[in-house]
């Protein structure tokens, strides 16, 4: 059975600091696209950051320098660590996994990150 899960959201102070985790079951990470995305309220879901095999990476303009995804391909794990946070990032935070061939693109329940004082 094919599951994604996130964790690690919360509330955090702006300028602080925190680290989402991915736990991927059911197939395996290495060999699919691993993203972060986040969806404000009222807004779209927006890419924050992909990772591909083996450790390529691209972020989205509003994050670049405040944010790193990495891959625990032993954990089968995806990770996103968010420093200087702003209330502008206060999102649901997905977590997505694609591949083309074949087709596979699973979506976490998602973790809520909110940034506030």
């Known amino acids: 059975q094919v599951q994604v899960v996130e964790s690690g959201g919360g509330l955090v102070q702006p300028g602080g600091s925190l680290r989402l985790s991915c736990a991927a079951s059911?197939?395996?990470?290495?060999?699919?696209?691993m993203s972060w995305y986040r969806q404000a309220p009222g807004k779209q879901r927006d890419l924050v950051a992909t990772?591909?095999?083996?450790?390529?990476?691209n972020y989205a303009d509003s994050v670049k320098g405040r944010v790193t995804i990495s891959r625990d391909n032993a954990k089968n794990t995806v990770y996103l660590q968010m420093n200087n946070l702003k209330p502008e990032d206060t999102a649901v935070y997905y977590c997505?996994?694609?591949?083309?061939?074949?087709?596979?693109?699973?979506w976490g329940q998602g973790t809520q990150v909110t940034v506030s004082s």
């Open positions: 997505n996994a694609f591949k083309l061939l074949p087709r596979g693109n699973y």
């Open positions: 990772i591909t095999s083996p450790s390529t990476t």
């Open positions: 059911g197939f395996t990470i290495s060999t699919y696209v």
